[in-house]
């Protein structure tokens, strides 16, 4: 696993790294209140060879001082030092107690030993680690001269460090809360780990597409009010985000539509809950936005939702026209404002897998395809009911969506299943309901007009501002002759490489009168229009008009 795959994992399981970490440090500040509080209290130790002292066999004395560093060290919390405590210090308390009270630590090699003495009480701490001190220096001693015969011990125990009262008490809380932070995150990653390595859900477009072998045309962003209102509005005023990722998908349906000509889509998922209905709804609006005939066809019959999306009667529909062989147009509402004309589900159906199967519905998809640009039947989820592939060999192809996180890769091998059973080709792929992170932010440029769904929307009304209402209130121009009145004509016959004469004419009369009269003869308002606009008084430049190709060649 690469390092960008890990933090991917973290930031998707993210929750369960967190609620572990809060577990661990909980139960870390519990259990360091419940632990008594302890006093602890310290001393060193110093194991010498008389050789060493000496100065003679010096490396001698300390490989011999190490060994017996190490043979001491565990001897250090016996019951044998303890019963000697115990009886040389009156010490109250078992040697079984004692023993587990004392912890002495030695280094690879070492002639220095630490000794630690924890008790819950302080002064009994401080005692039990004076006594130990004493008692166990006597003790090596002894047991040296034992060894001797009764001669000068070998090596003997020097306390460098005397053991010193502890000041304040230490409960490890510090110690218990660091365990637990460190506990508890790494069981938060390596549960979420785990459950990366055990989750076979889609949540890449690369993954769909290698299950599926299809082109992913487009991903779209979660909606959390999807079902609040009738449909998204794709001039981008209700969330702007989710509105580019449906004009993204119209882009990579139009490019299915150049490559494979399908005009009438299927759009399926393999579970329920994926988006179909949301889909179909925005992509027919987005499609309707752009000048495009679209209609949408409510082939769920089990679970009609579309007429209750879009805000039109649902009846009459799909059902009534197939039963009664009724004309399909005029069973075709008109959705407004978007431009989308529906195909209601209509009333339920007993065999909606048969209705949808039949020749009637191929008749009516082939109708419908000769009077849109785009047809996009909803259909309900294949692992749920076999209807989408049942009216799929009647249609130019399937739409596939998959929901991010939650659609697995099994699903959609068994959804491909049923669809490859049925003889229906899947044109694209679709994966839905992304999660909002920085990479799917929207990016604002420009102005975010709001504008209606319908492209034959009237221009807005704009109020003057200063400056046109400055050129309404002055003098209307003259107009200009027409170029192809006799004088322009005229001056059309002069030979090549002379100079055109009246090139240049006053763009009004009443400008040339203005300007003869002087500037007293000016009003106020046309003063000030002068100096702010003053192109509006410069000649225009009139060009001769273009010799006819007959005259030329007739010249030539």
Not at 153 to 167: E, L, R
Not at 515 to 538: I, T, V, Y
Request: with cysteine; glycine share 8%.
């Amino acid at each position: 696993m690469t390092a960008k795959q890990f933090v991917r994992v973290l930031r998707e399981r993210w929750k369960a790294v967190v609620a572990f970490l809060l577990v661990g440090i909980v139960a870390s500040v519990v259990a360091g209140q419940l632990r008594p509080v302890s006093y602890t209290s310290t001393f060193t130790m110093l194991t010498v060879a008389p050789a060493t002292q000496e100065g003679q066999g010096a490396y001698e004395g300390e490989l011999l001082a190490q060994q017996r560093t190490k043979s001491y060290v565990p001897m250090i919390n016996s019951e044998r030092v303890a019963e000697r405590v115990i009886r040389d210090h009156q010490y109250p308390a078992t040697p079984r107690e004692i023993s587990s009270a004392i912890t002495a630590v030695s280094g690879v090699d070492s002639v220095v030993t630490t000794v630690t003495v924890r008790t819950d009480s302080e002064q009994g701490t401080a005692n039990l680690a004076t006594a130990v001190a004493d008692v166990f220096v006597k003790f090596v001693a002894d047991f040296e001269r034992s060894s001797t015969m009764g001669g000068e011990p070998v090596v003997n125990m020097q306390i460098i460090q005397p053991p010193t009262p502890p000041t304040a008490p230490s409960s490890g809380l510090v110690t218990s809360l660091a365990l637990g932070f460190v506990l508890g995150l790494g069981l938060g990653v390596g549960y979420a780990l785990l459950r990366n390595a055990l989750d076979r859900s889609v949540k890449t477009t690369s993954t769909l597409e290698a299950l599926t072998g299809a082109p992913v045309v487009g991903a779209t962003t979660v909606d959390e009010n999807a079902d609040q209102s009738l449909f998204v509005r794709i001039a981008g005023v209700d969330d702007p985000t989710i509105s580019e990722d449906f004009r993204q998908l119209r882009i990579g349906v139009s490019a299915l539509q150049t490559t494979t000509g399908a005009r009438v889509v299927v759009v399926t998922s393999p579970t329920p809950g994926d988006g179909k209905t949301t889909t179909v709804v925005n992509l027919a609006a987005a499609f309707a936005a752009a000048g495009g005939r679209v209609l949408v066809v409510d082939a769920n019959l089990r679970r009609p939702r579309v007429a209750e999306r879009l805000g039109v009667a649902a009846r009459p529909g799909l059902t009534d026209t197939l039963s009664r062989n009724a004309e399909p147009r005029s069973m075709i509402q008109r959705c407004e404002p978007g431009g989308i004309d529906v195909l209601t589900g209509g009333a339920v159906a007993a065999n909606p897998g048969e209705l949808l199967g039949s020749r009637s519905m191929s008749a009516l998809l082939a109708e419908l395809r000769t009077s849109y640009d785009l047809v996009l039947v909803d259909t309900p989820p294949l692992l749920s009911a076999t209807d989408a592939a049942a009216v799929a060999p009647g249609t130019d192809g399937v739409l596939l969506l998959c929901r991010h996180g939650r659609t697995t890769a099994p699903q959609v091998e068994r959804a491909l299943g049923i669809l490859q059973s049925g003889a229906a080709t899947v044109l694209g792929t679709l994966l839905t309901m992304v999660p909002r992170d920085r990479t799917r932010a929207w990016i604002p440029y420009g102005s975010d007009v709001s504008a209606t769904l319908s492209p034959d929307a009237p221009p807005t009304e704009v109020e003057a501002g200063p400056a046109q209402e400055r050129i309404e209130g002055a003098r209307p121009p003259t107009e200009f002759a027409d170029p192809t009145e006799e004088s322009v004509e005229a001056t059309a016959e002069q030979e090549p490489g002379r100079e055109a004469e009246g090139l240049f004419e006053p763009k009004a009369a009443a400008e040339a009168e203005s300007a003869a009269a002087g500037p007293e003869e000016m009003d106020d308002e046309e003063r000030a229009l002068r100096r702010e606009q003053p192109e509006l008084f410069q000649p225009t430049l009139r060009m001769k008009a273009a010799e006819p190709a007959s005259s030329r060649g007739s010249k030539g």
